[in-house]
């Protein structure tokens, strides 16, 4: 997640939104062109008091076209090698700091916790991780999270593993603040952006999502699309992968905690279409 000041002052807010579907319920899609399909209904998944947020993931087969390729319920414990931890200083901000101590799971819950860490000068220090083998061109990724407090922001992110960038797809981003959550892809030489924000309860179990497409990007939060991007020049074409991060912004100014905070996880899912060769 690589934030411009700029981005604070250009939110652009997309207030149309599509009923969610019953749990179990096909998605609905607009194809006009082989390959060129939008998704404009998502299921939810169905209601599970076991589950820490009170939902279980969506089933396998849950998105037509579609089929699941990865889930995490944090149901385990050590956390599944299938995650890699993010240590030291994220590139974009020298004054924030990673650590995989910061990263802990118990009860069905992933947590990306940030608290003064006296093993780092007593700065405030984050965790994020990655899902970095499960890499993929298109398809479709949906984290249920909330956050329990304000200050360290939480974002649930695509990022192209080639070593180039732009492009990076942020599906939730919320810098620092509980009411609202913006999603930005980043792409072209010279770092363009297209933002939309959604005004929402950061303190509440939500599922973000987001659907790849070659011609399209759609946003979904508790199975309703909220925001998508047609742009053909905005659009990734390489490998990415799915990374969950909380960070700091103390050194700007912002997104600065005044206690320890954190992110919950609940689950993650990875699906990739069937329509559409890798």
Same mark, same amino acid.
């Given at each position: 997640m690589r934030p411009?000041?700029?981005?604070?002052? #250009?939110?652009?807010? /997309?207030?149309?939104? =599509?009923?969610?579907?019953s749990a179990g319920a096909s998605t609905s899609h607009a194809c006009r062109s082989a390959g060129h399909c939008e998704v404009s209904a998502v299921p939810v998944g169905p209601t599970n008091s076991s589950e820490p947020s009170g939902?279980? @993931?969506?089933? @396998?087969?849950?998105?037509?076209?579609?089929?699941?390729?990865?889930?995490?319920?944090?149901?385990?414990? @050590?956390?599944?090698?299938?995650w890699s931890t993010f240590a030291g200083q994220p590139g974009s901000d020298p004054g924030a700091q990673w650590a995989p101590s910061h990263v802990t799971e118990g009860? $069905?819950?992933l947590s990306l916790n940030a608290w003064r860490d006296p093993a780092y000068g007593n700065s405030w #220090?984050?965790?994020?991780? !990655? #899902? !970095?083998?499960?890499?993929? %061109?298109?398809?479709a990724y949906f984290v249920r999270a909330? &956050? %329990? $407090?304000p $200050?360290?922001? /939480? *974002? $649930?992110?695509?990022?192209? %593993?080639?070593?180039?960038?732009p492009p990076e797809i942020d599906f939730t981003e919320t810098y620092g603040a509980l009411s609202r959550s913006m999603a930005t892809v980043h792409y072209g030489t010279t770092n363009?952006? =297209?933002?939309?924000? *959604?005004?929402?309860? &950061?303190?509440?179990?939500?599922?973000?999502? #987001? =659907?790849? %497409? @070659?011609?399209?990007?759609?946003?979904?939060?508790?199975?309703?699309?909220?925001?998508r991007v047609r742009n053909p020049l905005a659009i990734p074409h390489v490998r990415m992968s799915l990374h969950l991060q909380q960070q700091t912004w103390c050194s700007l100014g912002y997104a600065c905690p005044t206690q320890p905070v954190s992110t919950q996880i609940d689950w993650v899912e990875i699906f990739h279409s069937t329509r559409l060769k890798d």
């Open positions: 411009s000041l700029l981005a604070l002052s #250009v939110l652009a807010l /997309f207030t149309s939104a =599509i009923p969610a579907t939902e279980a @993931p969506l089933s @396998p087969t849950a998105l037509s076209g579609y089929r699941r390729v990865f889930l995490d319920d944090f149901q385990q414990s @050590p956390l599944s090698h299938s009860s $069905g819950v #220090v984050t965790g994020g991780l !990655c #899902v !970095c083998q499960q890499a993929q %061109t298109y398809g909330r &956050m %329990t $407090g $200050g360290a922001t /939480f *974002v $649930g992110l695509l990022w192209p %593993t080639n070593g180039g960038w363009q952006q =297209i933002h939309q924000v *959604v005004q929402v309860d &950061m303190t509440a179990w939500h599922t973000w999502g #987001v =659907i790849w %497409t @070659p011609h399209s990007l759609t946003y979904t939060l508790d199975g309703r699309v909220w925001g």
